[in-house]
């Protein structure tokens, strides 16, 4: 099936993102063919004063995270407002708008939110007979064969896309912008109507990408748990009442809960299978080319369920932060390192580290276990960063990682998580 192979290139690449081997290339701008006028941004001293401005003066690393976004949006986002990933060939991704928008609004930069969406609605909506198939985003636009640039995989991946709804939820609370709300409840509407399926018991699931890809027989399902975000289902629930996205949060924490039970450690897995029939969790299998393992993806999990147990005051969340963590709490405590991939019976895979583990490992630790929270800050975290950025300037995916995990998610008002 023609969806298969490009899912195994989505797996590959996602594991791309953060790798921390030493790969890196000479970044460059390549011209591409949208018009889009450039714009001038404000001196980086004023910028500073505007985004420490919309931090609470008791943040901790307060100065770090201003000045970081900073620097990312100078060197990672062109004048407009595309965000180029350095390590893969220049491109850009459906994840790395989003991110970038979820940044800018947390950070109150209104003018590089604009921008980001802009580009993204402009060069990512997924074309068919050159007319708009949905509001969903095309996940890879970089350089053709033919030396054209555009849309590489016109597949979705619902984590950049829920990542980018979020967003506009709060862009449209934050800065009275009802049209971002306007467009946040359409691209609801594709997103449900795209990406969830029904699974064990006939409950909503969420998927990766589109279902031709990760539905690959009647009964089975394929799942990549670090994309389940139940506090923006829950904020999506507020604003589209015509669809189930509470049911999504009670299949995500089932999800979650139940296919840990594939590790003897419990850690979280990038992929695993559904057996939609039994309810069972599986390993992926090898022909379908993703793994079931620890690694760049299932990072996420942790900050992802910190921004639940705090926004919503989620006991799910929380409890499973504190009882999937134990292996690594234990690594940390006997070795104060941790592996950067980890198979599910506990076993290193490699012995490189990744700061986006541990910016991502931290903000879990920060709830649960506090101590080590700050020693994971001092050891990894902080001696990584200079001068604005993490580790390699040319490693987007560590910069944004990084910026997530360190942000603390009660700094963010409540006026924008909660409706009025």
Not at 60 to 76: G, I, K, T, V
Not at 94 to 102: D, F, N, P, R, V
Request: glycine share 4%; charged share 20%; net charge neutral.
């Amino acid at each position: 099936m023609w969806y298969l192979s490009r899912v195994a290139i989505i797996a590959s690449l996602i594991n791309l993102y953060g790798c921390v081997s030493g790969y890196s290339v000479k970044p460059k701008i390549p011209h591409h063919q949208t018009p889009i006028p450039n714009v001038t941004t404000p001196a980086s001293s004023e910028n500073l004063s505007i985004f420490l401005a919309a931090l609470p003066p008791s943040t901790p690393n307060r100065q770090l995270l201003a000045e970081s976004w900073d620097s990312y949006r100078r060197r990672f986002i062109q004048n407009d407002g595309r965000v180029i990933d350095f390590e893969a060939s220049d491109r850009s991704t459906s994840e790395g708008q989003a991110y970038a928008m979820l940044r800018a609004v947390f950070i109150d930069d209104p003018e590089t939110f604009a921008l980001t969406l802009k580009w993204a609605e402009n060069n990512l909506l997924r074309q068919q007979n050159s007319k708009s198939r949905d509001t969903l985003w095309a996940w890879k636009w970089g350089k053709k064969p033919d030396g054209t640039w555009g849309v590489i995989d016109s597949n979705f991946a619902s984590d950049g896309d829920i990542d980018a709804i979020t967003a506009l939820i709060f862009a449209a609370r934050r800065w009275n912008r009802p049209e971002y709300m306007e467009l946040a409840k359409i691209k609801l509407r594709d997103l449900w109507n795209l990406s969830t399926a029904p699974g064990y018991g006939g409950k909503p699931y969420l998927l990766p990408g589109p279902k031709l890809a990760f539905v690959p027989n009647e009964s089975t399902l394929y799942l990549n748990p670090s994309y389940l975000a139940p506090y923006a289902f829950r904020i999506f629930a507020q604003v589209d009442p015509t669809h189930d996205w509470l049911g999504l949060v009670d299949t995500s924490y089932q999800i979650l809960e139940n296919s840990t039970q594939l590790s003897t450690v419990g850690l979280p897995s990038d992929w695993v299978a559904l057996d939609i029939k039994t309810g069972q969790f599986e390993l992926v299998p090898p022909s379908s080319n993703l793994q079931s393992l620890y690694s760049f993806d299932a990072y996420r999990v942790w900050w992802r369920l910190s921004l639940d147990a705090v926004w919503f005051n989620a006991p799910p969340a929380r409890r499973y932060l504190q009882q999937s963590t134990q292996h690594l709490q234990k690594l940390w405590t006997q070795k104060s390192r941790l592996p950067a991939r980890i198979d599910l019976q506990g076993k290193a895979l490699v012995d490189y580290e990744a700061t986006s583990q541990y910016a991502m490992f931290y903000a879990a630790m920060r709830l649960v276990e506090p101590a080590l929270a700050e020693e994971l800050l001092a050891k990894k975290i902080l001696p990584q960063y200079k001068q604005g950025i993490w580790g390699d300037d040319s490693a987007y995916y560590t910069q944004n990682l990084a910026w997530l995990g360190l942000l603390p998610p009660d700094t963010i008002p409540r006026q924008i998580i909660q409706a009025n």
